[in-house]
């Protein structure tokens, strides 16, 4: 199946902990991206990579830091979370510059 | 910058209704235009784009024409159906250095009453 993948569906944890959330696509892109959702449905994009370089770096707390291994992955840690990093983190890819993103189910952080 | 702004808030519609949600854009030159749709509990999913003057884009009877002289792109569909509720971005994607960029609307709530 050629999809976006993301893990964990879910997380709770507490303030100042630290989380990571994964994302993996077989669809053969080259650039990858992650946007923020908040309760509003508003879609804010946090980070962009091509071909594991950082494209695109919002404006984000110094404590988010994507990770890329390679082209089909791209992971997001959290250090030290914090009540208003609670929402959806949505994983993306498309090819080139493109065109359509195809975005994974995404990752519901509640932070208590 | 670049932006985006499309119908804001919640439509509600009966079944058979004919749909339109507005979406305006401010950039520069010609924009790539995007329309995504959004289920309960998924991802958003792309429905349509389109990259030139007067070029339409549609998808599962949905459809959007590029306006450029009114920097426009309305999503519009003749006769919704209930599972047509769901969450609509139109979204934009800039030339040049925005390239890598696309830049979403605050989405609209679309509620379809059987």
């Known amino acids: 199946e050629t999809a976006v993948f993301q893990t964990p569906n879910y997380h709770v944890t507490q303030v100042g902990n630290e989380v990571s959330f994964n994302c993996k696509q077989t669809l053969g892109h080259d650039t990858m991206y992650w946007y923020k959702q908040d309760s509003k449905k508003l879609l804010k994009i946090m980070f962009s990579y091509n071909n594991k370089q950082l494209i695109v770096n919002e404006t984000v707390p110094r404590r988010f830091s994507p990770q890329s291994s390679d082209k089909a992955h791209l992971n997001l840690r959290i250090k030290s979370v914090e009540p208003e990093d609670s929402a959806v983190y949505l994983c993306?890819?498309?090819?080139?510059?493109?065109?359509?993103?195809?975005f994974g189910p995404g990752t519901r952080l509640t932070v208590l | 910058g670049d932006s985006v702004t499309q119908t804001e808030g919640q439509v509600a519609l009966s079944e058979e209704d004919f749909l339109t949600i507005h979406c305006n854009y401010s950039a520069s030159g010609y924009p790539a235009l995007f329309w995504y749709v959004q289920y309960p509990g998924e991802g958003p999913q792309f429905l349509f784009r389109?990259?030139?003057?007067?070029e339409k884009g549609s998808s599962r009877g949905f459809e959007a024409t590029y306006n450029k002289e009114a920097t426009s792109f309305h999503l519009q569909k003749a006769s919704v159906q209930e599972s047509d509720s769901a969450v609509y971005y139109c979204?934009?994607?800039?030339?040049?250095?925005?390239?890598?960029?696309?830049?979403f609307g605050k989405g609209t709530h679309l509620h379809v009453l059987p």
């Open positions: 993306a890819s498309s090819s080139g510059t493109g065109y359509e993103q195809y």
């Open positions: 979204a934009l994607r800039g030339g040049d250095t925005n390239a890598y960029k696309v830049i």
């Open positions: 389109a990259s030139r003057d007067k």
